[in-house]
């Protein structure tokens, strides 16, 4: 088992490491598959709120554009 810490090798039993003594056992846990369904939810959420920005001011944005240009 490579330890995070200094990334030295150590046996696949140890609970520390000898090098570092870095506690094992509290390695990074993988991810669930419902923590990755709820990220692509947020990400998916903000992309479509940005569109729908940008469609509800994209044209009174053009019209304050060229009200500017006009005067």
Same mark, same amino acid.
């Given at each position: 088992?490579?330890?995070?810490?200094? =990334?030295?090798?150590?046996?696949?039993?140890?609970?520390?490491?000898?090098?570092? =003594?870095?506690?094992?056992?509290?390695?990074?846990?993988?991810?669930?598959?419902?923590?990755?369904?709820?990220?692509?939810?947020?990400?998916?959420?903000?992309?479509?709120?940005?569109?729908?920005?940008?469609?509800?001011?994209?044209?009174?944005?053009?019209?304050?554009?060229?009200?500017?240009?006009?005067?």
């Amino acid at each position: 088992m490579k330890c995070l810490k200094c =990334g030295k090798e150590n046996k696949k039993s140890a609970v520390y490491c000898k090098f570092c =003594g870095e506690n094992l056992q509290t390695a990074e846990q993988p991810l669930t598959v419902a923590f990755m369904l709820k990220s692509l939810f947020v990400i998916y959420s903000l992309i479509f709120t940005a569109y729908m920005l940008y469609l509800a001011l994209e044209k009174p944005f053009q019209a304050f554009v060229n009200n500017l240009a006009t005067k």
